[in-house]
C-alpha cells in the first residue's frame, strides 16, 4: 500500500528557470493539498484540488504559481520564473474524502527546491 | 483566516518525563485537528486526531485534549522515550466543510537520555 509519493526529492532551478513538483496520492485518494514549508516555519497551505478541480488556492501567490491534478497522472505544482524566495520544502498530501472536512491527511515526503 | 499558535518553541524532558505541547486558534468553527511528528528531513507523519465532539483522545503514551471553549488543545506524551524527539505541528481545520489545514510553527521536543 504505497503512501503519498512526490517527485523530484530535491530540485535545483536558476533564477527565471521554471519548477515542476509531481506528487501522486496514496491508492483510492482524490484529494490533493499542497503546502510549502520554509526552514523551521510549519507548513503554510498553498491549494487544495480534487480530480479535474480547484477548490481552494487562497495560500498560493496569485503570481507565477499553478495547480492542476488532472483526470489521469499526479497533481502537479508549477512555479514559473523561480525566485530566491521560492526555495523551501513542498509538500504535497492527500485524503480519501474532502466533502465535510476532518478527513485525515497523509503527507508525501516533500521536493527540497533551491533556487540559486 | 484560521490562525494557530504553539508554545513552548522548544521543549526537553528527561527520558521517563512527560511532555505537553499546547496550542490555541483562532477560528471557533474549526472542528478538526491533527498533530503531526517530523523529524528532520522526513515527511511530517500524524500521530493523533481529535474532532469537535469529543474533549480528550488517547492513544498509547499519547493522548490530545481539546477544549472548545477556550479554543486550545494540547498533546500529551507519557513516559518518553529518545525516538519521541522531533518537532511536533498541531493544526486546525475543518472550517465550514474545507479540509484545508493551518498550522502552528512547531516544537521542537528534545528527550534526554
Known amino acids: 500500500n504505497a503512501g503519498v509519493m512526490q517527485n523530484p526529492r530535491h530540485l535545483v532551478r536558476r533564477r527565471g528557470q521554471e519548477a515542476r513538483l509531481r506528487c501522486s496520492p496514496m491508492?483510492?485518494?482524490?484529494?490533493v493539498y499542497w503546502y510549502r514549508q520554509l526552514p523551521e516555519e510549519g507548513l503554510k497551505f498553498m491549494v487544495y484540488?480534487?480530480?479535474?478541480?480547484?477548490?481552494?488556492e487562497s495560500g498560493m501567490p496569485k503570481e507565477r504559481f499553478s495547480a492542476e491534478f488532472p483526470k489521469e497522472g499526479p497533481s502537479i505544482l508549477r512555479i514559473q520564473q523561480v525566485v530566491r524566495g521560492d526555495s523551501a520544502a513542498y509538500f504535497c498530501?492527500?485524503?480519501?474524502?474532502?466533502?465535510?472536512?476532518?478527513?485525515?491527511?497523509?503527507f508525501g515526503p516533500g521536493t527540497r527546491l533551491l533556487v540559486l | 483566516g484560521e490562525n494557530v499558535e504553539q508554545h513552548p518553541s522548544t521543549l526537553s524532558v528527561q527520558e521517563g518525563d512527560s511532555a505537553v505541547i499546547k496550542c490555541t486558534y483562532s477560528?471557533?468553527?474549526?472542528?478538526?485537528f491533527p498533530w503531526y511528528k517530523q523529524e528532520l528531513g522526513k515527511r511530517p507523519q500524524l500521530i493523533i486526531d481529535i474532532r469537535s465532539n469529543v474533549g480528550e483522545k488517547k492513544d498509547q503514551r499519547i493522548a490530545v485534549t481539546l477544549n472548545k471553549t477556550a479554543k486550545h488543545f494540547s498533546l500529551h506524551i507519557t513516559e518518553t522515550q529518545p525516538e519521541d524527539s522531533a518537532v511536533y505541528f498541531c493544526a486546525a481545520g475543518g472550517v465550514y466543510g474545507n479540509n484545508r489545514l493551518a498550522f502552528g510553527k512547531g516544537n521542537q521536543v528534545v528527550v534526554i537520555p
Open positions: 484540488l480534487q480530480k479535474e478541480n480547484i477548490i481552494d
Open positions: 491508492k483510492g485518494h482524490s484529494h
Open positions: 498530501a492527500s485524503s480519501l474524502l474532502g466533502a465535510g472536512g476532518e478527513e485525515t491527511q497523509y
Open positions: 477560528d471557533s468553527a474549526s472542528n478538526y
